[in-house]
T-cell receptor
Framework: QQQVKQSPQSLIVQKGGISIINCAYENTAFDYFPWYQQFPGKGPALLIAIRPDVSEKKEGRFTISFNKSAKQFSLHIMDSQPGDSATYFC????????????FGTGTQLKVEL | NAGVTQTPKFQVLKTGQSMTLQCAQDMNHEYMSWYRQDPGMGLRLIHYSVGAGITDQGEVPNGYNVSRSTTEDFPLRLLSAAPSQTSVYFCASHGIGDPRAANSPLHFGNGTRLTVT
């Protein structure tokens, strides 16, 4: 079963626009929610992360919004740039039992000029 | 500072062959793991280790073996390769303790692209 559901699968945004990627989870034991960015030929790299006791976290143009009651969280990329074109993964972590990450299925973002 | 190093970058195997994917980290991290990445399925955990001599199964362990004889190395063995194991494999590591307190819960290597024909 997919414990972390991510949408959309792909996204095309114009330069300067807002990119929004959504994730939903089921397991209430998850207690940390990172987002990873992956460029072709590279491994995923941490972009931004949030704890469930915080509703929003902003780092530069990247913002995570978190809704604990709905078990949903989303990544917003403001003023999207062509250099943001990459695959984005949401993930959820349980800090017990080996700190295992469960990933969403990924969103391929393309920012067009 | 090499971080997490995976070798080889590319590999082609025939069905039934065996091979070992190498992973080494130079950050003295206790925790290491192997993921496979397939289109539309994200990254799925194969095996992980919380320290030398300790390994455990992840979500998709069948057909793979691991061992952790040193802190630095965590090889992944394919016992008898099958076309279903065609994938990109990523090794990752992080230090012990609360990963939420760290800047990055996982450091990933750049992957091994495996094709089984």
């Amino acid at each position: 079963q997919q414990q972390v559901k991510q949408s959309p699968q792909s996204l095309i945004v114009q330069k300067g626009g807002i990119s929004i990627i959504n994730c939903a989870y089921e397991n209430t034991a998850f207690d940390y929610f990172p987002w990873y960015q992956q460029f072709p030929g590279k491994g995923p790299a941490l972009l931004i992360a949030i704890r469930p006791d915080v509703s929003e976290k902003k780092e530069g143009r990247f913002t995570i919004s978190f809704n604990k009651s709905a078990k949903q969280f989303s990544l917003h990329i403001m003023d999207s740039q062509p250099g943001d074109s990459a695959t984005y993964f949401c993930a959820a972590l349980t800090t017990g039992g080996g700190n295992k990450l469960t990933f969403g299925t990924g969103t391929q973002l393309k920012v067009e000029l | 500072n090499a971080g997490v190093t995976q070798t080889p970058k590319f590999q082609v195997l025939k069905t039934g062959q065996s091979m070992t994917l190498q992973c080494a980290q130079d950050m003295n991290h206790e925790y290491m793991s192997w993921y496979r990445q397939d289109p539309g399925m994200g990254l799925r955990l194969i095996h992980y280790s919380v320290g030398a001599g300790i390994t455990d199964q992840g979500e998709v362990p069948n057909g793979y073996n691991v061992s952790r004889s040193t802190t630095e190395d965590f090889p992944l063995r394919l016992l008898s390769a099958a076309p279903s194991q065609t994938s990109v494999y990523f090794c990752a590591s992080h230090g012990i303790g609360d990963p939420r307190a760290a800047n990055s819960p996982l450091h990933f290597g750049n992957g091994t692209r495996l094709t089984v024909t």
